[in-house]
């Protein structure tokens, strides 16, 4: 359940695979830089917050998770929702939701439910996905052009009224940096994929405000100096009503954390060959969060993009993403005091790129061509996360999503009279599997169940055995094509053997799949009908009916269905 890659991979390893995870490490720590700084300034919080993050967290996913090469830390996807916690409830508040996200991730890993993150509906993911990159974006045009706004609504329509209203306040040198560093991102993307970009253009931008002695908002201007090292662990004052208050954000946290973190381990087996290990990494976020907030971080998970950095850089073990954290470390020890020189405008222009990267353009229309209800689930999904919040729209999502899965299975499952058919009143030539010569004896009704039977189709089976009002002596229920059964679709058939009971109507079995057969026999239901009415085929069931028949003494009654 808990055995991480890095004590695994330890056995195997040598020197060359020292100096490559070595090179991926140091590669990674210096991308990571810029942005855990903006993803903490963009989630309303001071920069240094971000590399306490990228550097505790990322050093426990390494150490203790299950992936070979994950890079953890700070990401794009928890901007919106960290924003949000912060704004209401202040900092203390988003270490309770991290204190409960942390524990809630562990128990996803014990429980084993790491397999069970993957079967969230893509829709849902692509619709958050885009409604975070979205409003990413629009917390960052203040500082990329430099505008002067003393306040900025949350809310997404006020802020984008109150920043066109606010647009003759831009200042063309922050508008000029900001923008230079998207400029300068792409073009060193086009001509020099391998070279770190996003640090490229924060260093270029810095050096040209400094030297040109631009007057625009800098890290220190409105944060002061980074400090120099981590913070002695600790936990701020929390209240009972900080953790009754933030159950759902913190349950929220913890389910995007462990869809991030899978998803970005999932790339990086496509890219390296190998396989993760889903319930040890879940145990590892859950760890490195708990980590990051006696820390004084910020939420983490596997961060995409910078894994597949790793990868490319050539990282073949977790080794290389502590060497991250210890990069980010040492450059925090010496050049901290530096960093109040950055421009707001140049981390903003990196933002813009992660959101562009992050909106998922591609995925999101080609749902948009697909069924109407993945349509549905998206679109919904999308407008909550950037017009109400992104803890509503996942929750909303996966509930719209199982509700509409649940009405596929209900129209595709079926339940139909085939007396006739067995009978040879109907041509079934068609079907290999059709028993046309088979003669049902008189009295005798057969009926075929197809797909799951669970709750969304027990209305649809009394309909359709509802319809039914002649008199029958037996029933034969053939469920051959039923591979599973819920409780209510059990009380349901035990609610028909009652009435069959009642009525005079023997019930016959005939096909019984593995999963409902373990059902009806730990039940008790296969007792209750009786082993011999369990047919493996429709001929040893017509032949039980038969024999049934032949010692029947009273006449059955119609069947009512209620």
């Keep these: 359940m808990f055995r991480p890659k890095l004590f695994t991979l330890l056995k195997t390893y040598n020197r060359s695979t020292l100096t ?47 992936s070979r090469v994950q890079i953890g830390g700070p990401t794009g996807a928890f901007v919106v929702l960290v924003a949000g916690i912060v704004g209401q409830y202040g900092y203390s508040g988003l270490v309770a939701c991290m204190l409960m996200a942390g524990v809630l991730l562990i128990l996803f890993g014990l429980f084993r439910l790491g397999g069970l993150i993957r079967f969230i509906p893509f829709p849902v993911t692509t619709g958050f996905t885009t409604g975070i990159a979205v409003v990413i974006f629009s917390t960052q045009i203040k500082d990329l052009l430099g505008l002067q706004m003393a306040t900025v609504p949350s809310e997404f329509i006020p802020k984008w009224a109150a920043i066109f209203q606010a647009l003759e306040t831009i ?17 060193s993307r086009r001509w020099c994929p391998r070279a770190p970009s996003m640090l490229i253009a924060m260093l270029a931008t810095t050096a040209a405000a400094a030297l040109l002695h631009l007057d625009v908002e800098t890290i220190g201007s409105r944060f002061g100096e980074l400090p120099r090292m981590l913070p002695a662990p600790g936990l701020p004052d929390l209240g009972i009503s900080d953790f009754k208050n933030l159950v759902a954000p913190a349950f929220t946290v913890a389910l995007l954390a462990a869809i991030e973190s899978l998803l970005s381990a999932t790339v990086a087996d496509g890219m390296i060959g190998g396989k993760h290990r889903p319930n040890t990494e879940l145990i590892a976020q859950g760890i490195a969060n708990l980590g990051s907030a006696v820390f004084g971080g910020i939420p983490a998970t596997g961060a995409i993009a910078r894994t597949a950095t790793n990868v490319k850089s050539g990282a ?47 995925h999101f229309a080609s749902i948009l061509s697909g069924p109407r209800s993945d349509r549905l ?21 996966i509930v719209l999503s199982a509700l509409l899965f649940i009405r596929r299975m209900a129209e595709i499952a079926n339940v139909s009279v085939i007396t006739d058919a067995v009978s ?47 008199s029958r002596s037996v029933l034969v229920l053939r469920i051959r094509s039923v591979p599973a059964i819920d409780a209510t679709g059990l009380h349901t058939l035990r609610k028909l053997r009652s009435q069959c009971e009642k009525q005079g109507t023997q019930l016959v079995f005939s096909g019984v799949n593995k999963q409902p057969r373990e059902v009806f026999i730990r039940s008790g239901f296969l007792e209750e009908v009786g082993p011999e009415n369990f047919c493996p085929s429709i001929d040893a069931a017509l032949e039980r009916a038969k024999k049934l028949t032949r010692s029947e003494v009273c006449p059955t009654e119609n069947l009512s269905i209620s």
């Design 377 to 397: 689930v998206l679109v919904l999904t999308f407008l909550l996360t950037v017009l109400v919040d992104l803890t509503v729209a996942v929750e909303v999502g």
């Design 171 to 187: 200042s063309p040198s922050a508008a000029a940096l900001g923008i230079g560093s998207v400029v300068l991102i792409s073009a």
């Design 20 to 66: 490559a995870d070595v090179v991926a490490g140091i590669t990674v720590g210096i991308i990571a830089l810029p942005l855990a700084m903006a993803f903490a300034i963009a989630s309303g919080l001071p920069p240094e917050r971000g590399l306490f993050t990228a550097i505790v967290a990322g050093f426990l996913i390494s150490l203790l998770g299950g």
């Design 424 to 470: 040879g009143d109907v041509d079934s030539a068609e079907d290999p599997s059709a028993f046309t010569l088979r003669e049902v004896p008189e009295g005798v009704e057969v009926y075929e169940i197809e797909g799951p039977f669970f709750f969304g189709m027990a209305d649809t089976f009394w309909n359709v055995l509802g319809n039914r009002h002649h």
């Design 316 to 362: 073949r073990s977790p080794l290389a993403g502590i060497i991250h954290a210890i990069t980010l470390a040492l450059v925090l020890l010496l050049f901290a005091p530096l960093a109040k020189l950055v421009p707001l405008a140049a981390l903003a222009g990196i933002l813009v790129v992660v959101a562009w990267n992050m909106s998922e353009r591609h």
